[in-house]
């Protein structure tokens, strides 16, 4: 299931000249609650929010069932010529349905662990949390609690470098401070 949040190129009538573009996003909520119909997709939507605020363009908002092979696969699918960010909602703590680590395992080409550190430092409770972070391609993928407050926290712990290593990741010219 996908559905685009917002279509177009980021360099859209509303940028200015000599403004770099948007970043883009896509966020994945990672839920067979959502899947079934029985939960609304709150994280998903707070994500969603808090990239806009953060500057980003969310060109894709999906959901996935849980487990190894679908996260893998709609990371996969969401990965392919895309360069930004993919950050993915659910299935990073100890239930047994929880393989979103273990599925973008399957999916990245190198791992991030200082993104995936940070994020789980920023509460006692992200001590609980398996998430993983890595790139694959021109993308940067970061996994995420599937709580609305853990998810935005987790992003928010981050966010701050992201368009730094997504320069990087594409080879733009980037300033050292």
Known sequence: MSAT???????????????????????????????AGTR???????????LSAAGFAVVERSVTADGVAAVAGELARACAGFAGL?????GTGFAP????????????????PGLAEAMRLVSPL???SRGTAGIKGHTIILNTPGSPKGAV?????????IPHA???LLGAPTHHP
């Open 86 to 90: 993919v950050v993915t909602t659910g």
């Open 5 to 35: 949040a917002a279509g177009g190129d980021a360099t859209g009538p509303e940028a200015q000249p000599g403004t770099p573009p948007a970043r883009e996003a896509k966020v994945i909520t990672v839920s067979d609650g959502v899947i």
């Open 97 to 112: 349905r929880d393989h979103t680590p273990e599925g973008t395992a399957e999916v990245i080409d190198r791992p991030a």
């Open 126 to 128: 992200g001590r609980l």
């Open 153 to 161: 926290e987790c992003l928010g712990a981050v966010i701050d470098v």
């Open 40 to 50: 609304e997709d709150r994280s998903g939507a707070a994500l969603e929010e808090a």
């Open 166 to 168: 997504l320069d990087l």
